[in-house]
Protein backbone atom coordinates (compact mmCIF):
# COMPACT_ATOMS: atom_id res chain seq x y z
CA UNK A 1 0.00 0.00 0.00
CA UNK A 2 0.86 3.89 -1.05
CA UNK A 3 -0.28 6.96 -0.38
CA UNK A 4 -0.89 8.99 -3.82
CA UNK A 5 -2.21 12.29 -4.26
CA UNK A 6 -4.07 14.07 -0.50
CA UNK A 7 -5.86 17.08 0.58
CA UNK A 8 -5.35 18.92 3.46
CA UNK A 9 -6.92 22.00 4.77
CA UNK A 10 -5.10 24.35 7.56
CA UNK A 11 -6.67 25.45 10.42
CA UNK A 12 -7.84 29.25 10.63
CA UNK A 13 -4.94 31.64 10.20
CA UNK A 14 -3.33 35.31 10.62
CA UNK A 15 -4.92 37.23 7.73
CA UNK A 16 -1.26 38.45 7.32
CA UNK A 17 0.15 35.22 7.03
CA UNK A 18 -2.48 34.46 4.07
CA UNK A 19 -1.53 37.84 2.51
CA UNK A 20 2.33 36.99 2.48
CA UNK A 21 1.33 33.47 1.07
CA UNK A 22 -1.29 35.72 -1.56
CA UNK A 23 1.73 37.28 -2.95
CA UNK A 24 3.46 33.97 -4.17
CA UNK A 25 0.38 32.91 -6.10
CA UNK A 26 -1.57 33.63 -9.29
CA UNK A 27 -4.27 35.63 -9.21
CA UNK A 28 -6.95 34.09 -11.07
CA UNK A 29 -10.36 36.38 -11.33
CA UNK A 30 -13.74 36.11 -13.49
CA UNK A 31 -15.38 39.64 -14.51
CA UNK A 32 -18.77 40.64 -15.90
CA UNK A 33 -17.74 41.84 -19.26
CA UNK A 34 -21.29 44.41 -19.15
CA UNK A 35 -21.08 45.99 -15.66
CA UNK A 36 -17.72 45.23 -14.54
CA UNK A 37 -18.38 43.35 -11.94
CA UNK A 38 -15.97 40.77 -10.45
CA UNK A 39 -17.61 37.57 -10.03
CA UNK A 40 -15.04 35.16 -8.03
CA UNK A 41 -11.38 35.71 -7.22
CA UNK A 42 -9.16 32.73 -6.72
CA UNK A 43 -5.53 32.64 -5.46
CA UNK A 44 -4.36 29.35 -6.70
CA UNK A 45 -0.44 28.80 -7.13
CA UNK A 46 2.67 26.29 -8.48
CA UNK A 47 5.25 26.27 -5.84
CA UNK A 48 8.54 26.82 -7.34
CA UNK A 49 10.75 24.20 -6.44
CA UNK A 50 7.96 21.30 -6.04
CA UNK A 51 10.54 19.48 -8.40
CA UNK A 52 8.71 17.74 -11.16
CA UNK A 53 5.06 17.07 -9.43
CA UNK A 54 2.87 19.98 -8.99
CA UNK A 55 1.52 21.42 -5.41
CA UNK A 56 -1.69 22.99 -5.20
CA UNK A 57 -2.26 25.96 -2.81
CA UNK A 58 -5.36 27.48 -2.46
CA UNK A 59 -5.83 30.68 0.21
CA UNK A 60 -9.47 30.38 1.16
CA UNK A 61 -11.24 33.36 2.89
CA UNK A 62 -14.85 31.12 2.29
CA UNK A 63 -16.28 28.29 3.50
CA UNK A 64 -19.16 25.90 3.23
CA UNK A 65 -22.00 26.39 5.70
CA UNK A 66 -25.44 25.52 6.28
CA UNK A 67 -28.28 28.62 6.74
CA UNK A 68 -30.81 28.79 8.74
CA UNK A 69 -32.96 27.39 5.93
CA UNK A 70 -30.63 24.26 5.78
CA UNK A 71 -29.41 25.08 2.70
CA UNK A 72 -25.30 25.28 1.88
CA UNK A 73 -23.82 28.01 0.73
CA UNK A 74 -20.41 29.44 1.15
CA UNK A 75 -19.92 31.91 3.84
CA UNK A 76 -17.27 34.08 4.49
CA UNK A 77 -14.82 33.37 7.13
CA UNK A 78 -11.56 33.66 9.10
CA UNK A 79 -8.70 32.40 5.98
CA UNK A 80 -7.14 29.10 5.82
CA UNK A 81 -4.95 27.02 3.42
CA UNK A 82 -5.62 24.05 1.11
CA UNK A 83 -3.12 22.10 -0.19
CA UNK A 84 -3.62 18.99 -2.74
CA UNK A 85 -0.40 17.43 -3.84
CA UNK A 86 0.91 14.02 -4.95
CA UNK A 87 2.56 12.78 -1.60
CA UNK A 88 4.22 10.01 -3.98
CA UNK A 89 5.49 12.28 -6.41
CA UNK A 90 7.01 14.47 -4.25
CA UNK A 91 8.62 11.73 -2.61
CA UNK A 92 10.22 9.66 -5.48
CA UNK A 93 9.38 12.31 -8.61
CA UNK A 94 7.02 9.37 -10.12
CA UNK A 95 4.85 6.65 -8.81
CA UNK A 96 6.06 3.68 -10.57
CA UNK A 97 6.92 2.25 -7.63
CA UNK A 98 7.64 2.63 -3.65
CA UNK A 99 5.63 5.78 -2.36
CA UNK A 100 4.63 6.62 1.54
CA UNK A 101 3.37 3.85 3.48
CA UNK A 102 2.43 6.04 6.80
CA UNK A 103 -0.33 8.96 5.97
CA UNK A 104 0.43 11.07 9.03
CA UNK A 105 4.22 11.50 8.58
CA UNK A 106 3.32 11.49 4.82
CA UNK A 107 0.95 14.82 5.45
CA UNK A 108 3.64 15.68 7.77
CA UNK A 109 6.39 16.21 5.33
CA UNK A 110 3.92 17.79 2.81
CA UNK A 111 3.06 20.65 5.15
CA UNK A 112 6.77 20.75 5.84
CA UNK A 113 7.75 21.41 1.93
CA UNK A 114 4.88 23.83 1.85
CA UNK A 115 6.13 25.64 4.76
CA UNK A 116 9.56 25.82 3.32
CA UNK A 117 9.30 27.09 0.06
CA UNK A 118 6.68 29.89 1.33
CA UNK A 119 9.06 30.53 3.31
CA UNK A 120 6.35 30.88 5.77
CA UNK A 121 5.32 29.19 9.55
CA UNK A 122 2.22 26.87 8.98
CA UNK A 123 0.03 24.99 11.21
CA UNK A 124 1.22 21.76 12.53
CA UNK A 125 0.19 18.99 10.23
CA UNK A 126 -1.47 17.03 12.68
CA UNK A 127 -4.19 19.71 13.07
CA UNK A 128 -5.13 20.10 8.96
CA UNK A 129 -8.20 18.28 8.51
CA UNK A 130 -8.18 15.36 5.52
CA UNK A 131 -10.69 15.95 2.54
CA UNK A 132 -9.19 13.73 -0.04
CA UNK A 133 -6.63 10.32 0.09
CA UNK A 134 -5.58 7.97 -2.70
CA UNK A 135 -4.48 4.84 -1.46
CA UNK A 136 -2.84 2.67 -3.98
CA UNK A 137 -1.79 -1.20 -3.89
CA UNK A 138 -0.18 -2.21 -6.87
CA UNK A 139 0.76 -5.72 -8.79
CA UNK A 140 3.43 -6.74 -10.34
CA UNK A 141 2.20 -8.65 -13.97
CA UNK A 142 3.77 -9.28 -17.88
CA UNK A 143 2.32 -6.59 -20.25
CA UNK A 144 0.67 -9.19 -21.90
CA UNK A 145 -1.47 -10.12 -18.60
CA UNK A 146 -2.22 -6.83 -17.80
CA UNK A 147 -3.54 -6.36 -21.09
CA UNK A 148 -5.73 -9.64 -20.56
CA UNK A 149 -7.14 -8.24 -17.12
CA UNK A 150 -8.73 -5.05 -18.80
CA UNK A 151 -10.17 -7.08 -22.07
CA UNK A 152 -12.16 -9.07 -19.35
CA UNK A 153 -13.25 -6.49 -17.29
CA UNK A 154 -14.88 -4.60 -20.50
CA UNK A 155 -17.16 -7.76 -20.81
CA UNK A 156 -18.70 -7.37 -17.16
CA UNK A 157 -21.50 -5.23 -15.92
CA UNK A 158 -21.22 -3.11 -12.98
CA UNK A 159 -25.30 -2.18 -12.64
CA UNK A 160 -24.80 0.34 -9.66
CA UNK A 161 -21.67 1.96 -11.38
CA UNK A 162 -22.01 1.40 -14.92
CA UNK A 163 -23.73 4.02 -15.91
CA UNK A 164 -20.72 6.31 -14.95
CA UNK A 165 -17.89 4.07 -15.64
CA UNK A 166 -15.50 4.59 -18.26
CA UNK A 167 -13.49 2.06 -19.63
CA UNK A 168 -10.96 2.46 -22.17
CA UNK A 169 -8.09 -0.01 -23.12
CA UNK A 170 -5.49 0.77 -20.38
CA UNK A 171 -7.70 1.73 -17.20
CA UNK A 172 -10.96 1.70 -15.97
CA UNK A 173 -12.78 4.13 -13.37
CA UNK A 174 -15.65 3.99 -11.16
CA UNK A 175 -16.04 7.56 -9.69
CA UNK A 176 -18.57 8.19 -6.78
CA UNK A 177 -19.59 10.85 -4.27
CA UNK A 178 -17.43 8.63 -0.91
CA UNK A 179 -15.01 7.22 -2.95
CA UNK A 180 -14.11 6.55 -6.83
CA UNK A 181 -12.25 3.25 -7.60
CA UNK A 182 -9.58 3.23 -10.66
CA UNK A 183 -7.54 0.28 -12.12
CA UNK A 184 -4.78 1.32 -14.70
CA UNK A 185 -1.63 0.04 -16.65
CA UNK A 186 1.07 2.55 -15.38
CA UNK A 187 3.13 1.84 -18.71
CA UNK A 188 0.66 3.74 -21.03
CA UNK A 189 0.34 6.26 -18.93
CA UNK A 190 3.66 7.14 -17.40
CA UNK A 191 4.91 7.20 -21.31
CA UNK A 192 2.31 9.81 -22.05
CA UNK A 193 2.51 11.93 -19.01
CA UNK A 194 5.42 11.27 -17.29
CA UNK A 195 8.28 10.69 -19.77
CA UNK A 196 8.62 13.99 -21.33
CA UNK A 197 8.46 16.10 -17.93
CA UNK A 198 10.99 13.39 -16.66
CA UNK A 199 13.65 13.90 -19.43
CA UNK A 200 13.29 17.37 -19.03
CA UNK A 201 14.67 17.11 -15.50
CA UNK A 202 17.26 14.71 -16.03
CA UNK A 203 18.59 16.64 -18.29
CA UNK A 204 18.79 19.68 -16.22
CA UNK A 205 19.96 16.79 -13.21
CA UNK A 206 23.01 15.49 -15.10
CA UNK A 207 24.10 18.66 -16.67
CA UNK A 208 24.13 20.27 -13.04
CA UNK A 209 25.93 16.86 -12.03
CA UNK A 210 28.15 16.34 -14.49
CA UNK A 211 28.24 19.53 -16.52
CA UNK A 212 28.32 19.62 -20.49
CA UNK A 213 29.49 15.80 -20.60
CA UNK A 214 28.72 14.10 -23.86
CA UNK A 215 27.50 10.77 -21.95
CA UNK A 216 24.45 13.14 -20.55
CA UNK A 217 21.78 12.23 -23.20
CA UNK A 218 22.56 8.71 -22.72
CA UNK A 219 22.08 8.71 -18.90
CA UNK A 220 19.02 10.52 -19.37
CA UNK A 221 17.44 8.13 -21.76
CA UNK A 222 18.73 4.73 -19.43
CA UNK A 223 17.60 6.11 -16.21
CA UNK A 224 13.84 6.77 -18.70
CA UNK A 225 14.01 3.39 -20.00
CA UNK A 226 14.59 1.51 -16.42
CA UNK A 227 11.27 3.39 -15.26
CA UNK A 228 9.33 2.55 -18.07
CA UNK A 229 10.11 -1.27 -18.20
CA UNK A 230 8.97 -1.00 -14.63
CA UNK A 231 5.71 0.37 -15.20
CA UNK A 232 4.85 -1.44 -17.91
CA UNK A 233 4.54 -4.28 -15.57
CA UNK A 234 2.65 -2.23 -13.01
CA UNK A 235 -1.00 -2.52 -12.63
CA UNK A 236 -2.36 0.37 -9.96
CA UNK A 237 -5.52 -0.41 -8.32
CA UNK A 238 -6.62 3.13 -6.52
CA UNK A 239 -8.83 4.07 -4.24
CA UNK A 240 -9.52 8.12 -4.18
CA UNK A 241 -11.28 8.56 -0.75
CA UNK A 242 -13.14 11.35 -1.16
CA UNK A 243 -14.67 14.41 1.74
CA UNK A 244 -17.83 12.80 1.86
CA UNK A 245 -16.68 9.60 2.92
CA UNK A 246 -14.44 10.80 5.64
CA UNK A 247 -17.63 13.01 7.18
CA UNK A 248 -19.87 10.04 6.97
CA UNK A 249 -17.20 7.80 8.91
CA UNK A 250 -16.15 10.38 11.37
CA UNK A 251 -18.92 12.83 11.69
CA UNK A 252 -16.79 15.70 10.41
CA UNK A 253 -13.76 15.88 7.98
CA UNK A 254 -11.18 14.64 10.61
CA UNK A 255 -7.58 15.86 11.32
CA UNK A 256 -4.30 14.07 9.91
CA UNK A 257 -3.31 12.67 12.77
CA UNK A 258 -7.09 10.81 13.71
CA UNK A 259 -6.70 8.79 10.38
CA UNK A 260 -4.96 5.52 10.53
CA UNK A 261 -3.36 3.48 8.09
CA UNK A 262 -5.52 0.93 8.92
CA UNK A 263 -8.71 3.13 8.29
CA UNK A 264 -7.45 3.95 5.01
CA UNK A 265 -6.29 0.34 3.82
CA UNK A 266 -9.70 -0.74 5.01
CA UNK A 267 -11.57 1.26 2.61
CA UNK A 268 -9.22 0.53 -0.16
CA UNK A 269 -10.31 -2.92 0.67
CA UNK A 270 -13.64 -2.74 0.90
CA UNK A 271 -14.53 -0.90 -2.31
CA UNK A 272 -12.14 -2.99 -4.55
CA UNK A 273 -14.44 -6.14 -3.10
CA UNK A 274 -17.76 -4.38 -3.71
CA UNK A 275 -16.10 -3.22 -7.52
CA UNK A 276 -15.27 -7.30 -7.97
CA UNK A 277 -17.94 -8.70 -6.34
CA UNK A 278 -20.74 -6.80 -8.37
CA UNK A 279 -19.04 -7.63 -11.59
CA UNK A 280 -19.42 -11.07 -10.19
CA UNK A 281 -15.34 -11.38 -10.58
CA UNK A 282 -15.57 -12.16 -13.94
CA UNK A 283 -12.19 -11.26 -14.89
CA UNK A 284 -11.27 -14.62 -14.21
CA UNK A 285 -12.99 -17.79 -12.74
CA UNK A 286 -10.59 -20.56 -10.95
CA UNK A 287 -11.43 -24.10 -10.55
CA UNK A 288 -8.18 -25.44 -9.53
CA UNK A 289 -8.29 -26.34 -5.61
CA UNK A 290 -5.38 -24.11 -4.90
CA UNK A 291 -6.62 -21.02 -6.78
CA UNK A 292 -10.02 -21.73 -5.14
CA UNK A 293 -8.59 -21.46 -1.89
CA UNK A 294 -6.36 -18.18 -2.79
CA UNK A 295 -9.70 -16.28 -4.02
CA UNK A 296 -11.30 -16.88 -0.62
CA UNK A 297 -9.09 -16.27 1.20
CA UNK A 298 -8.80 -13.15 -0.19
CA UNK A 299 -12.35 -12.57 -0.25
CA UNK A 300 -13.70 -13.33 2.97
CA UNK A 301 -12.67 -13.16 6.72
CA UNK A 302 -10.56 -17.13 7.33
CA UNK A 303 -13.81 -18.50 9.15
CA UNK A 304 -16.30 -18.02 6.30
CA UNK A 305 -13.64 -18.85 3.84
CA UNK A 306 -12.35 -22.04 5.15
CA UNK A 307 -16.54 -22.98 5.00
CA UNK A 308 -17.14 -21.78 1.57
CA UNK A 309 -13.88 -23.86 0.76
CA UNK A 310 -15.84 -27.15 2.41
CA UNK A 311 -19.01 -26.11 0.33
CA UNK A 312 -17.05 -25.76 -2.96
CA UNK A 313 -14.83 -29.21 -2.38
CA UNK A 314 -18.25 -31.20 -1.78
CA UNK A 315 -19.82 -29.59 -4.72
CA UNK A 316 -17.29 -30.17 -7.08
CA UNK A 317 -17.04 -33.60 -6.04
CA UNK A 318 -20.34 -35.01 -5.12
CA UNK A 319 -22.29 -32.55 -7.13
CA UNK A 320 -25.60 -30.45 -6.29
CA UNK A 321 -27.97 -32.84 -5.37
CA UNK A 322 -25.40 -34.26 -2.35
CA UNK A 323 -24.68 -30.46 -1.10
CA UNK A 324 -28.49 -29.75 -1.12
CA UNK A 325 -28.63 -33.06 1.49
CA UNK A 326 -25.44 -32.18 3.69
CA UNK A 327 -26.44 -28.56 3.90
CA UNK A 328 -29.75 -26.60 4.77
CA UNK A 329 -31.55 -24.84 2.59
CA UNK A 330 -30.49 -21.38 3.82
CA UNK A 331 -26.61 -22.58 3.64
CA UNK A 332 -26.54 -24.04 0.44
CA UNK A 333 -28.04 -21.26 -1.36
CA UNK A 334 -26.16 -18.64 0.28
CA UNK A 335 -22.81 -20.53 -0.12
CA UNK A 336 -23.67 -20.74 -3.41
CA UNK A 337 -24.25 -17.49 -4.02
CA UNK A 338 -21.15 -16.20 -2.28
CA UNK A 339 -18.85 -18.85 -4.55
CA UNK A 340 -20.48 -17.07 -7.97
CA UNK A 341 -19.85 -13.70 -6.57
CA UNK A 342 -16.06 -14.98 -5.48
CA UNK A 343 -15.92 -16.23 -9.25
CA UNK A 344 -15.37 -19.71 -8.36
CA UNK A 345 -16.38 -22.30 -10.56
CA UNK A 346 -17.40 -26.06 -9.73
CA UNK A 347 -18.82 -27.10 -13.34
CA UNK A 348 -18.30 -25.53 -16.08
CA UNK A 349 -21.97 -24.72 -17.29
CA UNK A 350 -23.49 -21.27 -15.69
CA UNK A 351 -20.26 -19.39 -15.61
CA UNK A 352 -17.58 -17.83 -17.80
CA UNK A 353 -14.47 -19.74 -18.02
CA UNK A 354 -11.34 -18.71 -18.66
CA UNK A 355 -8.56 -21.33 -20.97
CA UNK A 356 -6.22 -22.87 -18.19
CA UNK A 357 -3.69 -20.95 -19.54
CA UNK A 358 -4.82 -17.67 -19.58
CA UNK A 359 -2.22 -15.46 -17.99
CA UNK A 360 -4.66 -14.08 -15.18
CA UNK A 361 -6.88 -17.75 -14.51
CA UNK A 362 -5.56 -17.00 -10.56
CA UNK A 363 -5.05 -13.19 -10.14
CA UNK A 364 -7.34 -11.02 -7.97
CA UNK A 365 -6.47 -7.55 -7.17
CA UNK A 366 -6.34 -8.03 -3.83
CA UNK A 367 -3.64 -7.78 -1.58
CA UNK A 368 -3.02 -11.81 -1.09
CA UNK A 369 -2.14 -12.59 -4.48
CA UNK A 370 1.40 -13.32 -5.07
CA UNK A 371 2.03 -10.57 -7.37
CA UNK A 372 0.97 -7.95 -4.85
CA UNK A 373 4.01 -5.91 -4.59
CA UNK A 374 4.66 -5.30 -0.91
CA UNK A 375 8.66 -4.64 -1.67
CA UNK A 376 10.20 -1.61 -2.85
CA UNK A 377 12.04 -1.91 -6.34
CA UNK A 378 15.40 -3.28 -6.27
CA UNK A 379 18.51 -1.14 -5.01
CA UNK A 380 19.79 -0.39 -8.19
CA UNK A 381 20.79 3.29 -9.17
CA UNK A 382 18.85 3.72 -12.17
CA UNK A 383 15.85 3.26 -10.39
CA UNK A 384 16.33 5.47 -7.76
CA UNK A 385 15.83 9.50 -8.21
CA UNK A 386 17.48 11.00 -4.95
CA UNK A 387 15.32 13.97 -3.14
CA UNK A 388 18.36 15.87 -2.34
CA UNK A 389 19.47 15.67 -6.20
CA UNK A 390 16.10 16.76 -6.85
CA UNK A 391 16.61 19.69 -4.73
CA UNK A 392 20.01 20.52 -7.01
CA UNK A 393 17.80 20.44 -10.23
CA UNK A 394 15.11 22.55 -9.23
Not at 107 to 120: C, F, G, I, K, S
Not at 191 to 204: E, N, Q, S
Not at 238 to 263: L, W
Amino acid sequence: MAYDTIKLRSPFMDLSVMRRIEQQCILRSGMHMGTGEVLYELHAGELLGSWDSRIGIKPMHEEHCADKNGRVRLQPCEPYLLIEASVHKVQLGHNVYGGPTDFLQAARALVALVEQLLETELPAADHWTVHRVDVANVFHLAPAAIKQFFESMQLLSFPRRGAKAMKCANSIYFPGKTTTVKFYHKGPEFRVHDYGRLRRFFRTLFDHLHGTDEKNPERVERKLAALQRLADRRLRVEVEVHSDKFQYDFGRNPTAAEVSDEYLQAVHDKEIERVLREGKQGMDTVRTEEAVWRRLEGLYEPKRAHFLHAFWQTMATRGDEKARERYSKTAFYRSRKLLEEAGVSWRGSDVVLVANDSLIHDFAPVRVDPRFCRAPARNRPEYQISRDLMRLAA
